[in-house]
Every structure is written in C-alpha cells, then in structure tokens.
C-alpha cells in the first residue's frame, strides 16, 4: 500500500514524507510482507542494505567543502537508537516520521500512524562487507485503517482534476468508467475492503477498461528491474532518443508508457479479478505467503560517506552472522507474537 500507490493510498497510507538534505542512505532495500487474517495485522520487514552517510545537498550556490551532512547523520542515528519510529519506503528521500504525523492536525493522518508501530533491528555487515539495518514494521487494525484509506481516498477523489489523473493511471479513461466512478463516489461506496481474509481495492470500470487494466497490471516490469533501467537513463525523465545508428537502447523502450502505479501492483503480487462493475485488485489473498519485494534506491547521491565510525562512536556492534535465513526466521517470530 505505497509515488501512485504512495502517491494515492500509500502516500495515503504513510502520508507526509519529509525530504531529507543528507542524513542517512541506502543502495537497496528489502521488504519483506504479510497479513495475517486472524490477528487483523500487517506486518513487514523493511531491510536497508548498503547504509551509508549521504552528501550534504544544496540546492543553491556552491556545496561546502565538508560534504558528508554530519550534523543530519548524528541526529538521524541517535533518534534510531533511541527508538524513535522513522521509517524510508523504497528510498531514503521518502522518510516518514510517525511522531510528528501522531500529532497531526489532519484526524486522518494521526489515527493512520496510530495504527503503526515499528521495532528496530540491529545493525549488520552482509557478505558484501556493506553496512545493513533491518526494522519490523506492524499495522494494527487494518479493517479500521482501510475505513480510513477509503475517506482519504473520496476525499482526493472530490478535486475532478484528481479523480481524471487517478482514473488515467488506471486505464479507466471511457465515459462508461467515468459514469461508474462518479457513482461510486456519490455512493459513497467503499473502495478498500477487507473480504474473508482477502485485502480489496475495488476499481469501478467499464468491461474494455477492466480487460485492459489486468493486461497491464500483468505486463508490467518488476520494480526491481523498473528501477534498474530507469537509472541508466540519463537523464531519467528525458523522452526516448536514438543512440548511435538510430537504435533506441532497450531500457528506454522499456519504460515508454509505463504507470508507477501499474508496476507497484505487479511488483507486490496484486492480483487483479474481473468482476461485473470493474476489477477487484486482491492485494492479499489469505492463502499467500510472504512476499518479498527487493527495490533499488530511486535517487543516487554520488557524495557517500562510511557509517562504520558513526557506529563505533556509539559503540554499537556491527552483528556479522546475519543471514537471510536469520532475517526470515526473526520474521516469522515477531509476527507470531
């Protein structure tokens, strides 16, 4: 449930994202998901591989000399440390931080992070010899949180340029999709649904638009390999050129026409079932296991920096016996708790 998926009910669903100036980064990350029916609970492993202490940004005038953001590193590690509940979905750029959104004036957002609760994992080194970290994250309550997901949702849906844009990354675009929309909004009618044991999106959409959508959702890269070739795009937003010979490289045919959104769901297993007002996206099926989603981080800082002697400063052991089969195992054991 996370920019379409975070930007609509991920975005929605973590809500503010603060953008950091340095501090804390990662080349990758792990997520690690399931929900568990009986309990009402998400429960996910977020796993940040490569940590390291990013370059100082600026965004006017020359970058200082000291381009290791220090100050912001420091602050970042002693809040982890004390437990403080700081979470990065896919990217150390995109960094919510639950406290301040529990003190939200938006009645939402603060019962949303009311719902969350996150445990920190110790720091290790991989075979790789980089700097790892892992965090359980917990959604208490989830049939409540989608109560809230469907306002939050309706809500974005009420602006009409919104609801077009939200209708376009979907694929519902005819007047049929459009009628079956404003109805459902005027109905008031749920869109996030929790169904014996099966999470629910439900999109209202014509028969075409609702055929389409499971093509594409079942077409779309993985966010592994979206994220790949959109890095070795230069720069990453430019149209398609052709290289030398008039030849257009593959990755940039790869990501002509590709929706965020789409490759969220195809990336998290979603499985999208025609129905007879449009498509069902199951975003769990209680029959599934975990599901693991590697992603690579979307911005590159060129300026990095050694964590290590941030760590040793603090005197925190670096543990080295850590496995995936450690990480799935510690899993397994806090969801069982």
């Given at each position: 449930?996370?920019?379409?998926?975070?930007?609509?009910?991920?975005?929605?669903?973590?809500?503010?994202?603060?953008?950091?100036?340095?501090?804390?980064?990662?080349?990758?990350?792990?997520?690690?998901?399931?929900?568990?029916?009986?309990?009402?609970?998400?429960?996910?492993?977020?796993?940040?591989?490569?940590?390291?202490?990013?370059?100082?940004?600026?965004?006017?005038?020359?970058?200082?000399?000291?381009?290791?953001?220090?100050?912001?590193?420091?602050?970042?590690?002693?809040?982890?440390?004390?437990?403080?509940?700081?979470?990065?979905?896919?990217?150390?750029?995109?960094?919510?931080?639950?406290?301040?959104?529990?003190?939200?004036?938006?009645?939402?957002?603060?019962?949303?992070?009311?719902?969350?609760?996150?445990?920190?994992?110790?720091?290790?080194?991989?075979?790789?010899?980089?700097?790892?970290?892992?965090?359980?994250?917990?959604?208490?309550?989830?049939?409540?949180?989608?109560?809230?997901?469907?306002?939050?949702?309706?809500?974005?849906?009420?602006?009409?340029?919104?609801?077009?844009?939200?209708?376009?990354?979907?694929?519902?675009?005819?007047?049929?999709?459009a009628t079956l929309w404003k109805a459902a909004l005027d109905a008031k009618a749920r869109w996030f649904e929790c169904v014996d044991g099966a999470l629910i999106w439900h999109v209202p959409a014509s028969e075409g638009d609702a055929r389409a959508l499971v093509k594409s959702i079942e077409a779309a890269p993985t966010l592994e390999r979206y994220l790949k070739?959109?890095?070795?795009?230069?720069?990453?937003?430019?149209?398609?050129?052709?290289?030398?010979?008039?030849?257009?490289?593959?990755?940039?045919?790869?990501?002509?026409?590709?929706?965020?959104?789409?490759?969220?769901?195809?990336?998290?297993?979603?499985?999208?079932?025609?129905?007879?007002?449009?498509?069902?996206?199951?975003?769990?099926?209680?029959?599934?296991?975990?599901?693991?989603?590697?992603?690579?981080?979307?911005?590159?800082?060129?300026?990095?920096?050694?964590?290590?002697?941030?760590?040793?400063?603090?005197?925190?052991?670096?543990?080295?016996?850590?496995?995936?089969?450690?990480?799935?195992?510690?899993?397994?054991?806090?969801?069982?708790?």
């Amino acid at each position: 449930m996370w920019r379409a998926l975070r930007g609509s009910f991920a975005s929605a669903a973590l809500a503010t994202f603060a953008l950091l100036a340095g501090c804390l980064d990662f080349d990758e990350q792990e997520i690690r998901v399931a929900y568990d029916a009986g309990r009402d609970r998400i429960d996910a492993q977020l796993v940040y591989v490569g940590l390291h202490s990013s370059g100082k940004l600026e965004l006017f005038g020359t970058p200082p000399e000291e381009r290791d953001d220090v100050e912001g590193t420091e602050r970042q590690l002693d809040q982890l440390f004390a437990g403080w509940p700081l979470v990065a979905l896919f990217d150390a750029v995109y960094l919510t931080d639950l406290v301040e959104l529990r003190r939200s004036n938006d009645a939402l957002q603060a019962s949303l992070a009311e719902a969350i609760t996150v445990d920190q994992g110790a720091p290790f080194q991989d075979s790789a010899g980089r700097i790892c970290g892992w965090q359980h994250l917990r959604v208490r309550d989830v049939h409540h949180v989608f109560e809230i997901l469907d306002e939050m949702l309706r809500a974005k849906l009420a602006d009409a340029k919104e609801e077009l844009d939200f209708r376009r990354k979907l694929g519902c675009t005819s007047k049929v999709s459009a009628t079956l929309w404003k109805a459902a909004l005027d109905a008031k009618a749920r869109w996030f649904e929790c169904v014996d044991g099966a999470l629910i999106w439900h999109v209202p959409a014509s028969e075409g638009d609702a055929r389409a959508l499971v093509k594409s959702i079942e077409a779309a890269p993985t966010l592994e390999r979206y994220l790949k070739r959109r890095r070795e795009r230069e720069p990453s937003d430019a149209p398609a050129t052709p290289a030398a010979g008039g030849v257009v490289r593959e990755s940039e045919v790869a990501l002509r026409g590709v929706e965020w959104l789409l490759v969220l769901l195809r990336s998290f297993g979603v499985e999208p079932r025609l129905t007879t007002r449009g498509v069902d996206l199951v975003l769990w099926d209680p029959k599934r296991t975990p599901q693991v989603v590697r992603v690579p981080a979307t911005f590159v800082n060129d300026w990095r920096f050694d964590l290590l002697p941030y760590l040793e400063k603090r005197h925190v052991v670096v543990r080295t016996d850590v496995t995936d089969e450690v990480l799935r195992r510690d899993f397994d054991e806090r969801r069982a708790k």
